[in-house]
Structures are given as structure tokens and as C-alpha cells.
């Protein structure tokens, strides 16, 4: 039952994927040698090739440019609120965002399972979106693998708690449990991330 609704969710995320493309129709496009250059801003958090440097930043080395563009895009208009990135976001004009977006999406992430671990463990409530390895199969999802358990931790916390809102994740979240949340943290972290940099 819970891999049906996990599975239709997935359709949803995709046909949201399709419909949100209308609404970056306006972007302009991104060239990532000049978000090479203004992705130092971003490099103490997230590294320069989107490895992250702090446990409570995400990795964003291979995640689609869509995806960023639409994280940064919702930051700077308030609808998601960080502490650090609020103030970053909000200097941020269209082109930066696209040329950042692009520098990062250049990057190669693939990922590997720990020794002993198979794609039958991974959990059924996440890997119809982010895959049992932690490499998102839709366009909305990002990439969870080698996430430390402090970001993911907190991250379905403000989901489940309302401080992040998103039609599908809050719904998700909304139904785990302390103990539910850290062993999806722990089996998500424990992969090991490979990010292949952008010649």
C-alpha cells in the first residue's frame, strides 16, 4: 500500500516537474564559466564543486539547475527562510541565480552504497523520488545521498513541522516519527557521494 502512494506521489512530482517548467520559462539562461566565478560566494558552505564543507549544508553538486534556481529563487522571495541563505538569496538578480544554477548542475554526482547494504533496504517512504541511492529520479527531488544526518534530521523535522512547506514532502513528514526520521537520515547519509567535476 505505502509503495502505491509513494509511486502515484512520484507521478505527481513529475507532472509538477512538467507544469513548474512554464514558470522558469523566464529565466534567462545560465552560463556556468561566469557561475564558476560567482559560485566563490557560495564555496564555504557548499564547496566550490557543491561538496558541502558543514554538516548543516546540502550538497548541490549535480542537483538540476532547475532545482537550484528554484531553491534560491524561493529564498530570496521569502517562501523558504534560512538564517544565512535569506540574506544571501536576496542580493541575488535572475542571471547570478542561473549562472550559479548551472555551474553546480555541471557537476557529475553518482553515489555507492555502503558494503553490506542493497537497494531492497533503502527506504520505500523516499526512493520513488530520491532513489534508493540517494540520486533523485525526478527533476523536484534533489539528490539525498551523503547528506549528513544533522541536515536531513532537520530538514524533515521543518517539514513535518510546517517550518518548510512543500505539497509533498509536509504530507510525508507529517506521518514520521523521531525514530522514522533519524533511520532515514542514517540510511541516506551513509552512502557515499561522488561528485565528478566539470572540465
Known sequence: MLR????????VFLAQGVLNQS??????????????????MCRTC???????????????GGEPASYISRQLIA????????????????????????????WYAE???SATLPAGKTDAQ?????????????????????NLAGETVMYLDTQLKAFRGGKRTHEI????????SDEDIRELAEWYSGIKLNIEKAK
Do not use: W, Y
Not at 26 to 37: F, H, S, T, V
Not at 169 to 176: E, G, N, Q, T, V
Open 4 to 11: 502505491s502512494v509513494i509511486l502515484a506521489l512520484g507521478g
Open 122 to 142: 533503502a527506504p520505500e517512504t523516499c526512493v520513488a523520488c530520491h532513489g534508493t541511492e540517494g540520486i533523485a529520479t525526478m527533476e523536484d527531488a534533489p
Open 75 to 102: 529564498f530570496r522571495a521569502g517562501a523558504r527562510t534560512h538564517e544565512m541563505m535569506s540574506v544571501v538569496a536576496k542580493s541575488l538578480d535572475d542571471q547570478t541565480i542561473a549562472d550559479v544554477a548551472a
Open 107 to 109: 557537476q557529475k554526482a
Open 169 to 176: 514532502m509536509s504530507d510525508i513528514a507529517a506521518d514520521l
Open 23 to 40: 514558470a522558469f520559462a523566464q529565466m534567462p539562461a545560465g552560463d556556468p564559466a561566469e557561475g564558476r566565478k560567482k559560485a566563490t
Open 46 to 60: 557548499h564547496g566550490i564543486e557543491g561538496l558541502a564543507k558543514i554538516p548543516i549544508a546540502p550538497n548541490i
